[in-house]
């Protein structure tokens, strides 16, 4: 038998990067304070656009296998040693942006049976037993197929684990609030001049971002802002890291942010703002075999 960590989180993500941008003080954190931290990936990131010039000719399973690469460096950062690929390396590949042809592959992860993609992910659920998970909301923070994709296997698996003697206590969907981001991007029209970047992205082209009444929990990463900026750095082919700030592929500058924040949507939800994404969940260690 197999003693689990008392205090065990699931982060379920489209491509290897986006863990990195929305979790990644918050992994960090509680790997440092003992946690068991498990990462599910749904999809390489085959159709990324790269952003070195050197990596440029990288495309499809070349893409995968090196993003594949990178995300191994950014799990390192964070000090995170189970991370593991929905249904395994290559079982569903990237969808590409809303709109395109892409879309319509049958092996993309927006064309797959959300049902079995969720029964893969419960198994997992099954084997690590999360008190938390932590995934998008229904328009996957911006809209992005393979995001919507996978809310919906996430939330479905949570219902499968439930079914299967694993009720998940507690899940969270990734958030920003208005007013952090509006604060944050003041200060960047500040900052810009100095930066290598020409032009600031707006406030709503942060993923997630919600009126301030929506955010349940905050968690305050900024202890482990250099490992969160170094993950994100270790996906090179995606992000550009100038501290507090980042680029992804359209050049446009946004807040790198180290306090993290959530929408508690399975769960009691707290009378006040949360600063622990375990707060009311008592020692659930349990056994497997």
């Not at 807040?255 to 375990?278: A, I, N």
């Amino acid at each position: 038998m197999t003693e689990l960590p008392s205090r065990r989180l699931m982060l379920v993500h489209a491509h290897p990067d986006d863990e990195s941008i929305n979790n990644g003080a918050t992994m960090a954190r509680y790997v440092a304070e003992g946690a068991g931290v498990t990462l599910v990936t749904c999809t390489l990131g085959e159709r990324g656009e790269v952003i070195p010039p050197e990596s440029q000719h990288l495309s499809g399973a070349a893409l995968g296998g090196h993003r594949l690469g990178e995300l191994r460096e950014a799990m390192r950062a964070l000090g995170v040693t189970d991370f593991r690929l929905l249904g395994g390396a290559g079982r569903y590949c990237d969808s590409g942006m809303m709109g395109l042809p892409d879309n319509d592959d049958p092996g993309c992860f927006w064309q797959a049976d959300v049902d079995q993609a969720a029964g893969l992910l419960a198994e997992v659920i099954l084997e690590v037993r999360p008190q938390v998970l932590v995934t998008y909301d229904d328009n996957g923070g911006y809209g992005h197929p393979d995001h919507i994709q996978t809310h919906r296997v996430a939330m479905r698996a949570v219902e499968f684990a439930a079914e299967a003697g694993w009720d998940v206590p507690k899940v969270y969907w990734d958030r920003v609030p208005r007013s952090v981001a509006e604060e944050a991007f003041a200060r960047l029209d500040g900052d810009l001049a100095k930066l290598p970047f020409d032009k600031s992205a707006a406030v709503d082209d942060v993923p997630g971002v919600v009126d301030d009444e929506h955010i349940t929990t905050a968690i305050d990463g900024t202890a482990y802002a250099v490992a969160k900026a170094d993950a994100m750095r270790a996906h090179a082919t995606q992000i550009t890291v100038a501290e507090p700030y980042f680029v992804l592929s359209n050049e446009l500058v946004q807040p790198l942010f180290t306090t993290e924040y959530y929408e508690l949507v399975r769960g009691e939800r707290p009378e006040s703002r949360e600063s622990d994404l375990f707060a009311g969940i008592g020692n659930g260690a349990g056994e497997v075999s």
